[in-house]
């Protein structure tokens, strides 16, 4: 954003004595500007022109405003002291030139020279304020300077041709952003850009070695416009992802990002293809997140129901059988967001969602923040920052949550790295959501020397996607590594299947919830494919699920599964079969459980059978019959009036809940119908029952 010239003095502190600065000598960065290597962010467009070419960088800005181009240098910190040093010649006389100091244009220290006068103005959120009144001073030239800005705590000097010219109190922790200023109608060259100070050493995890090379996804996916924020789906075999200003975008060639989508078949990823509206429209869009089940997408923006972008924000498309929903807007309370821009992840389980804004309590020029989702109504929790390990001074950006719901990945300019943006992991410590372990740099060649951002990871975690300018087809590519042990999440477990009719075996689309067994917390929400059924829900190990699929016209049986603990990801397929409500259909209660030889119902029975209390509720005209089984280790007539003991107990539940004794009949057969051989405990296990069928409607 482009600052507006200040206009009053306001002057916020100058230092009156001087300064005893310390040799500033070992060298963090050198450019020559012999090409744009370093990934200066420079511009270009009606009030700008800037290329960095044969030695230079050439700025010509036609505007009444100022505006900086600049980079990150993550090993600079202010606390050890640092300078930044360069020559500046004049093109057109009058021209105001010089350093900016910060975390981006809208908060910056401009130290600024013009004609034989500087002045030095502190930008806060876009606002200038003058720390320093235009003064004259000998020690600078009229058409060319050497310039020097030197760093320490909350004190900079300004040099000229080595002379100070003024030292002055800035903000502490201001940023890692070095770069340089224009104002108003001025043009200029600069070279032999300089930066020196003690070198922060950068946090690496231990022992990383990548076994290959990051691997460009290839000509099916990058091009020579630039890619962005991949997404891949959580199977490893779909990749969502942006393309700027491509002929092929729905507006044509001055559409800024569009959506695309890619097939990896046979070893290589597919030509992408654009996926049309109403996800993409003349608006910048971007996928954010995938379930897994691949049905949902979380959207960058919010939509109108024609599918028009309306703001910033976030939005979730679903798949039917005519392609992508109109976006339905996330409803998230107290959201603002203070920048121009934004980037969100929803977690697997679908109750999580990650948010990189800028609000009041941002620390940098955006932070990370967690929103919790709040019951079915699609509501979720005011921001939370989360905290000062993980958000800097600098920009946090691009955040990517494991399936484990633990393991962090996100981009920072403020973390110490190789280059601007560096990717990091993290992982949670508790449920506070502040409490994180000290961030990690993925170190090389996942991070290098330009941007590095938009992490995104399959559920089994071979491989990481992300975007580097690092032998790039176009501006920015999408590239892949093979990770190694020491980066991965937590292993998790992929279940997938098919929701069927189990009369027709017919598919059904519809949403599938799963809830720890013990505690009947949700943990997870897929839907089906509408045309064939399909579902993928990835799942954190060590647990014993139940899960549903809910259709109105069908009894929603609850199953469980138990996930082993394991050591590397693992996929387990698993159907739902949903029964129709008609009279003489036998439906399995596979989640009601009794204290071993007793009568007596254990608490994980009751989420199973309100399920049954409620679709009587719901369909007051229907009456059932309930039959009790057992296995087949007793006396016959033992396990018979055990079942009918059982049977009695869940009637005197379903009466108790408020359904008429009239409605419900019982019977017990002990172990006179078994479904499967009494040879081995998993048989028995299933042998032992309750089932209920509907006699009238």
Not at 102 to 127: F, H
Not at 537 to 558: C, M, N
Request: proline residues 5%; charged residues 25%; hydrophobic residues 30%.
């Amino acid at each position: 954003m482009i600052l507006q010239r200040v206009l009053t003095v306001s002057l916020l502190l100058l230092i009156t004595y001087t300064y005893a600065y310390s040799q500033v000598s070992s060298v963090i960065h050198q450019d020559d500007f012999s090409d744009n290597e370093t990934g200066w962010r420079l511009l270009n467009g009606r009030e700008d022109q800037s290329e960095i070419k044969n030695g230079k960088l050439r700025w010509k800005r036609k505007s009444t405003t100022g505006a900086g181009i600049y980079n990150y240098f993550n090993l600079i910190n202010d606390k050890l002291e640092y300078s930044a040093e360069a020559d500046f010649s004049v093109l057109k006389p009058g021209s105001e030139y010089g350093f900016m100091i910060g975390t981006d244009q809208e908060n910056a220290v401009y130290c600024l020279i013009k004609n034989m006068k500087y002045r030095i103005v502190l930008a806060q959120k876009g606002k200038g304020s003058l720390l320093q009144d235009p003064s004259t001073s000998f020690k600078v030239k009229p058409t060319g300077n050497t310039l020097k800005v030197v760093v320490k705590g909350n004190t900079l000097g300004f040099y000229s041709n080595d002379n100070l010219l003024s030292e002055v109190s800035i903000p502490p922790n201001f940023g890692k952003a070095v770069g340089f200023a224009l104002w108003e109608n001025s043009s200029v060259d600069i070279k032999d850009f300089v930066l020196k100070g003690a070198k922060l050493p950068i946090n690496v995890v231990p022992n990383l070695a990548y076994e290959f090379p990051a691997e460009n996804l290839g000509d099916g996916v990058n091009t020579q416009y630039g890619e962005l924020t991949p997404v891949v789906t959580p199977d490893g075999r779909g990749l969502y992802f942006t393309r700027t200003y491509s002929p092929d975008n729905i507006g044509g060639a001055s559409d800024y990002q569009d959506v695309y989508y890619s097939r990896y078949i046979d070893g290589k990823w597919s030509k992408a293809k654009n996926i049309g509206a109403p996800v993409n429209n003349d608006a910048p869009n971007a996928v954010c997140s995938v379930t897994p089940d691949g049905n949902t997408l979380l959207l960058m923006n919010t939509y109108d129901a024609q599918g028009t972008t309306n703001s910033m924000g976030v939005s979730m498309s679903r798949k039917t059988k005519d392609g992508w929903s109109v976006p339905e807007n996330l409803q998230i309370r107290n959201y603002y967001n203070k920048s121009t821009f934004n980037e969100y992840f929803l977690s697997n389980d679908k109750q999580i969602l990650l948010l990189a804004l800028e609000r009041d309590d941002t620390e940098g020029s955006r932070d990370i923040y967690v929103s919790f989702k709040e019951g079915p109504d699609n509501i979720w929790s005011t921001p939370k920052n989360l905290g000062s390990i993980i958000n800097t001074p600098g920009t946090e950006l691009s955040p990517f949550l494991a399936a484990d719901n633990s393991t962090l990945y996100f981009s920072s300019t403020g973390h110490p790295g190789y280059g601007k943006n560096d990717i990091f992991i993290t992982r949670r410590l508790d449920d506070s959501w502040t409490n994180w372990s000290e961030p990690q740099n993925l170190g090389e060649p996942v991070n290098s020397k330009g941007m590095d951002a938009y992490y995104s990871i399959p559920a089994s975690g071979e491989y990481a996607y992300f975007v580097s300018e690092e032998n790039s087809i176009g501006k920015s590519d999408i590239m892949r590594i093979k990770l190694p042990v020491a980066v991965k999440p937590k292993p998790t477990v992929l279940v997938y299947g098919r929701v069927l009719n189990s009369k027709t075996k017919e598919p059904i689309s519809t949403g599938i919830t799963y809830r720890i067994l013990e505690t009947d917390k949700e943990v997870g929400i897929a839907h089906s494919d509408p045309e064939d059924g399909s579902y993928k829900i990835s799942l954190p190990y060590d647990q014993v699920y139940t899960f549903f699929a809910e259709k109105h016209g069908f009894y929603s049986v609850r199953d469980s599964i138990s996930v082993p603990k394991i050591k590397e990801y693992m996929e387990i397929e698993r159907d739902i079969y949903l029964t129709p409500l008609e009279p003489g259909e036998d439906i399995p209660l596979r989640n009601v459980f009794f204290v071993r030889s007793q009568d007596k119902l254990l608490p994980t029975s009751f989420p199973e059978l309100d399920k049954l209390v409620a679709m009587l509720k719901d369909n007051p005209t229907v009456e059932i019959e309930l039959g009790g089984h057992t296995d087949g280790v007793g006396s016959a007539e033992g396990l018979r009036r055990l079942s009918e003991r059982r049977v009695e107990t869940v009637v005197e539940y379903l009466v108790s809940n408020g359904i008429s004794k009239k409605r419900v009949t019982g019977k017990g057969y002990g172990g006179s119908k078994p479904i499967a051989p009494n040879d081995t405990e998993e048989n028995r296990r299933k042998n032992r029952r309750v089932e209920f069928k509907i006699v009238s409607m």
